[in-house]
Antibody, heavy 120, light 110 residues
Framework: QVQLVQSGAEVKKPGASVKVSCKVSGYTLTELSMHWVRQAPGKGLEWMGGFDPEDGETIYAQKFQGRVTMTEDTSTDTAYMELSSLRSEDTAVYYC?????????????WGQGTLVTVSS | QSALTQPASVSGSPGQSITISCTGTSSDVGAYNYVSWYQQHPGKAPKLLIYDVSTRPSGVSNRFSGSKSGNTASLTISGLQAEDEADYYCTSYTTSSTPVFGGGTKLTVL
């Protein structure tokens, strides 16, 4: 059973960066395809990017390219998502989630979410 | 990649059945049998209900079922219960090798 535990809530000023972590247990990060999804207040789910196991590369949604960096520390089984040049519209709950790709394609495990508030 | 289209809201009485549609294109829903559905209660992370169009994970009630025809997938909830009141999202794999979400549907149990 995979468990994903995310870092705590953050408050940032416009223009700053935020780095959210996602600690994996039950599996090693190298066995998983880790992705990030965000949800603005009262809005729907939005895929930001993640690891494509077919290519072995991280892919980003076009909307976030140039502003987001997703990394993994396999020594600690921790994934990170850093979003820069924050603006008020980036206020959202950010989730890490794994995609099952070997048999089908779907998000199977989710972190608890991290609220990032961008406010001056 | 544009979001998949879902109705903003649906409602039903306890015991009734409801269906939520999820319309995409030939580049996502119509291209693969990789549609999944998630239930989200307020303040909680999404929970997987259906994957690969119609497969229920272990532990998910058989009141939830999925189907697909062409570019439109559907989630049916039968025997509505009060605890089914939540937001529901569909997702599909796309020809860009990325996932795309639907806009979400709020289910109200009357």
């Amino acid at each position: 059973q995979v468990q994903l535990v995310q870092s705590g809530a953050e408050v940032k000023k416009p223009g700053a960066s935020v780095k959210v972590s996602c600690k994996v247990s039950g599996y090693t990060l190298t066995e998983l395809s880790m992705h990030w999804v965000r949800q603005a207040p009262g809005k729907g789910l939005e895929w930001m990017g993640g690891f494509d196991p077919e290519d072995g590369e991280t892919i980003y949604a076009q909307k976030f390219q140039g502003r987001v960096t997703m990394t993994e520390d396999t020594s600690t089984d921790t994934a990170y998502m850093e979003l820069s040049s924050l603006r008020s519209e980036d206020t959202a709950v950010y989730y890490c989630a794994t995609i099952q790709w070997l048999a089908g394609y779907y998000f199977d495990y989710w972190g608890q979410g991290t609220l990032v508030t961008v406010s001056s | 990649q544009s979001a998949l289209t879902q109705p903003a809201s649906v409602s039903g009485s306890p015991g009734q059945s409801i269906t939520i549609s999820c319309t995409g294109t030939s580049s996502d829903v119509g291209a693969y049998n990789y549609v999944s559905w998630y239930q989200q209660h307020p303040g909680k992370a999404p929970k997987l209900l259906i994957y690969d169009v119609s497969t229920r994970p272990s532990g998910v009630s058989n009141r939830f079922s999925g189907s697909k025809s062409g570019n439109t997938a559907s989630l049916t909830i039968s025997g509505l219960q009060a605890e089914d009141e939540a937001d529901y999202y569909c997702t599909s794999y796309t020809t860009s090798s990325t996932p795309v979400f639907g806009g979400g549907t709020k289910l109200t149990v009357l």
